[in-house]
């Protein structure tokens, strides 16, 4: 059991707009940055969203990201089949010391 | 280029020992610290624990420590993940990943993985 809850899987066409859940508590996303992963079959993870909002060099603006709360959402307009992936948020947890991730979520590109 | 290169996979038997590697280039190695990140088959990814190569200092997960030892050595920019006795439930894939600060959910780099297999 993940302490971050994400979608175990969303959907969506080519073109269209997908968003993916990340949900907290106030010891790790209310009160820390969250950053967002990618990782595409067989690949290790990479950084798409720091500090809940920031994109790292050469990724593009389909990919965005938003904090509110204890709550933050990754969003990807402009699908493409190379986006299917699973995606991973994570945050520094005040508890208990440790980085923790969400489950991960599967998008899949119909 | 940022670059981290991991070691080859393993396939070890249980009750053996291991130490698989991570060797950073392109950066200052000593400045930033180095993550280690578990996932088991299947699964999501589970941070274990980090090391200032610096100054070694390290820092483990709960849920890893006694577990494993991460240890560093700065003059070959290399960075380590040891067991002293392997069990079947520590088969998985195992990455590196640089951290931009030690309470930071920010890991900007990783390595390859390597893949840890332990049968009998």
């Known amino acids: 059991q993940s302490v971050l809850t994400q979608p175990p899987s969303v959907s969506a066409a080519p073109g269209q707009k997908v968003t993916i859940s990340c949900s907290g508590s106030?010891?790790?996303?209310?009160?820390?940055?969250v950053s967002w992963y990618q990782q595409l079959p067989g690949t290790a993870p990479k950084l798409l969203i720091y500090?809940?909002?920031k994109r790292p060099s050469g990724i593009p603006d389909r990919f965005s990201g938003s904090k509110s709360g204890t709550s933050a959402t990754l969003g990807i307009t402009g699908l493409q089949t190379g986006d299917e992936a699973d995606y991973y948020c994570?945050?520094?947890?005040?508890?208990?010391?440790?980085?923790?991730f969400g489950g991960g979520t599967k998008l899949t590109v119909l | 280029e940022v670059q981290l290169v991991q070691s080859g996979a393993e396939v070890k038997k249980p009750g053996e020992s291991l130490k698989i590697s991570c060797k950073g280039s392109?950066?200052?190695?000593?400045?930033?610290?180095i993550a280690w990140v578990r996932q088991m088959p299947g699964k999501g990814l589970e941070w274990m624990g980090i090391?200032?190569?610096?100054?070694?200092?390290?820092r483990y997960s709960p849920s890893f420590q006694g577990q494993v030892t991460i240890s560093a050595d700065k003059s070959i920019s290399t960075a380590y993940l040891q067991w002293s006795s392997l069990k079947a439930s520590d088969t998985a894939m195992y990455y590196c990943?640089?951290?931009?600060?030690?309470?930071?959910?920010?890991?900007?780099?990783w390595g390859q993985g390597t893949l840890v297999t332990v049968s009998s």
């Open positions: 392109g950066y200052s190695f000593t400045n930033y610290w």
């Open positions: 990943a640089r951290q931009v600060h030690s309470t930071s959910p920010r890991l900007d780099y």
């Open positions: 090391i200032y190569p610096g100054d070694s200092d390290t």
């Open positions: 500090d809940n909002n």
């Open positions: 994570g945050t520094w947890d005040n508890s208990l010391s440790v980085v923790v």
């Open positions: 106030s010891s790790n996303i209310g009160n820390n940055y």
